[in-house]
C-alpha cells in the first residue's frame, strides 16, 4: 500500500465512450482508459461498461499498489437509469445484527 500518494479516480460514461483516469493530488496522471462504443439500449451500455471496468479496475490497483476507494461518476447520457452501489465490508462475526449493518 501507498500512504505517501493520494490518488482520485474518475469514471466518465456516455453513450459514445468510457474513460477511467487515475490522479494523483498534484494532478499528475497515473493511468487512462478509454473505450469508444456504440450502444442504443441500456443493458448493452451496462454491459459494456461492466466489461470496462473488469478490464481496468485490477489494472489500476496493480499499478498503485492500492485499492480504489472512491470514484468520481460523470454521467452524459440520454437515457435515465438508477445507479445501484454496493460496499463490500468483511465481518467476522457469526451473528448479524442492525448495528453491525448501520
Do not use: G, H
Request: proline share 1%.
Amino acid at each position: 500500500m501507498n500512504e505517501d500518494l493520494k490518488y482520485e479516480t474518475y469514471l466518465f460514461i456516455s453513450n459514445k465512450k468510457f474513460i477511467i483516469s487515475v490522479n494523483t493530488e498534484l494532478n499528475k496522471k497515473i493511468f487512462l482508459a478509454e473505450q469508444n462504443i456504440y450502444s442504443d439500449s441500456k443493458d448493452d451500455l451496462l454491459k459494456k461498461l461492466d466489461i470496462f471496468l473488469n478490464e481496468n479496475v485490477f489494472k489500476i490497483e496493480r499499478k498503485i499498489k492500492d485499492f480504489i476507494k472512491k470514484i468520481s461518476v460523470i454521467l452524459d447520457l440520454d437515457i435515465f437509469f438508477p445507479i445501484e452501489i454496493s460496499v463490500k465490508k468483511n465481518i467476522n462475526q457469526d451473528e448479524m445484527n442492525t448495528k453491525i449493518l448501520k
